[in-house]
Nanobody, 125 residues
């Protein structure tokens, strides 16, 4: 099982980036993005339930970030617009095999049992 994240980079404040996470080796009930900034703990960014596309976004990214999935390609995407310096972090994608996962649980670390390597997002002011 592999989760391959890509798309990070350096961008100016107000700019945009698109992160992708390609899953291989198994199907997931849900996938999500988490991030860990310098000196901070890992935090939830956005999650999506695979069967119906139900989504959850963390409050600080609502209206700026959008999570989506392509079932045919088994790929999850995070479109990030109007980036801010405080969005600077290592972004991780994660997969959950928890059948029947509810939307409110997408924001918790516990349901996710597979993690990819991080992709760095740096936003300059």
């Amino acid at each position: 099982v592999q989760l391959q994240a890509s798309g990070g980079g350096l961008v100016q404040s107000g700019g945009s980036l698109t992160l992708s996470c390609a899953a291989s080796g198994r199907a997931f009930a849900a996938m999500g993005w988490f991030r860990q900034g310098p000196g901070k703990e890992r935090e939830f960014v956005a999650g999506i339930r695979w069967r119906d596309g139900a989504r959850l976004h963390e409050d600080s990214v609502k209206g700026r970030f959008t999570i989506s999935r392509d079932k045919a390609k088994n790929t999850m995407t995070l479109q990030m617009n109007n980036l801010k310096p405080e969005d600077t972090a290592l972004y991780y994608c994660a997969g959950s095999t928890a059948a029947g996962i509810i939307v409110s649980s997408l924001g918790r670390v516990a349901p996710y049992d597979y993690w990819g390597q991080g992709t760095q997002v740096t936003v300059s002011s």
